[in-house]
């Protein structure tokens, strides 16, 4: 299974799977590339859904789900791209712990993910 193919589990419900057949893996790349390129700022995953929407209505990049973007994060973890920053936390809007993320320059994932 590739890293940027969408998928939805057997348990979800059918409007899941139809979601997931949309989803072309260029797209999850482009996302993908958003993203890395938005976490040379560290921050949450609250902070980087914002600051999406804010490159997404700047006409920087394409609309997302925040589960979407999150999942994207996640595949740059995978891909040791994107690292949590070690020992430091930001607070929610319900005022809750929350892990602080960035990206990682010059790493293997740049390769896979092409120029960024």
């Not at 590739?2 to 893996?25: G, V």
């Not at 980087?48 to 994207?72: E, F, K, N, W």
Request: charged residues 20%; aromatic residues 6%; contains cysteine.
């Amino acid at each position: 299974m590739s890293i940027w193919k969408a998928f939805a589990r057997k348990s979800d419900p059918d409007t899941s799977h139809m979601a997931a057949a949309t989803h072309e893996p260029i797209k999850v790349m482009g996302r993908a590339k958003a993203i890395y390129k938005l976490l040379t700022i560290p921050m949450t995953d609250e902070q980087l859904v914002d600051a999406y929407q804010a490159a997404v209505d700047a006409g920087l990049a394409q609309p997302s789900s925040p589960q979407a973007i999150r999942t994207s994060r996640c595949q740059l973890v995978y891909l040791e791209a994107v690292e949590m920053v070690e020992g430091q936390y930001g607070t929610t809007r319900m005022g809750n712990k929350a892990r602080i993320w960035r990206s990682i320059p010059e790493t293997q994932a740049q390769a896979q993910l092409g120029e960024l």
